[in-house]
């Protein structure tokens, strides 16, 4: 129940963050609940892909995509996500999710969420891949297409040798998964 009071906050205040614009920060706050613990009492693994998809949903409801992909039949779709746990997130402990979109290319957009605390140190970086998918055309919009749909004019920056092996390494494991039975 508290995921969905969680989304609800995200939502109803989501005005008073302002308009999210590429090269913005998406900054949510939050503190490490008993019900985000897991037996070594600090936060598990599951709780940060659902803070992660906070910042998502923040970005996407603040950009105007929502908005464009309900009028277009369109979604958005994770397609995959690597991270690298540094610290600890106690109980109580109060934290924050910097999400940002990195860049993007052809269909593949990537995101990055950090885990802050309160001293600036990074508890956790996760990357993420994805893209909005056209269920009316049965394929993925090409970002040039979407980035024209939000009224964004702005050319990506060409992705990082980080992002670039995140891209290589999920697109072959994907290819995998199709392939096993």
Not at 128 to 150: C, H, I, Q
Request: aromatic share 8%.
């Amino acid at each position: 129940m508290y995921v969905w009071m969680r989304l609800l906050r995200v939502a109803a205040t989501r005005k008073s963050r302002g308009v999210y614009r590429l090269g913005d920060e998406s900054t949510l706050s939050f503190r490490c609940l008993p019900t985000d613990i897991d037996m070594n009492i600090h936060l598990n693994n599951a709780r940060y892909m659902m803070l992660a998809d906070m910042g998502r949903i923040d970005i996407f409801l603040r950009s105007g995509l929502v908005a464009a992909a309900r009028k277009r039949g369109w979604a958005p779709l994770l397609g995959g996500l690597q991270t690298a746990y540094v610290r600890e997130v106690r109980l109580w402990q109060r934290f924050d999710v910097v999400s940002t979109i990195e860049t993007w290319d052809g269909t593949q957009i990537i995101g990055r969420h950090r885990f802050v605390l309160q001293d600036g140190r990074i508890a956790a970086m996760i990357l993420t891949t994805g893209g909005v998918y056209d269920y009316r055309g049965k394929r993925f919009v090409p970002m040039d297409e979407l980035m024209s749909a939000l009224g964004v004019d702005t050319a990506p920056r060409a992705p990082n040798d980080e992002e670039k092996a995140f891209m290589a390494s999920h697109q072959g494991l994907r290819a995998r998964a199709k392939v096993l039975v």
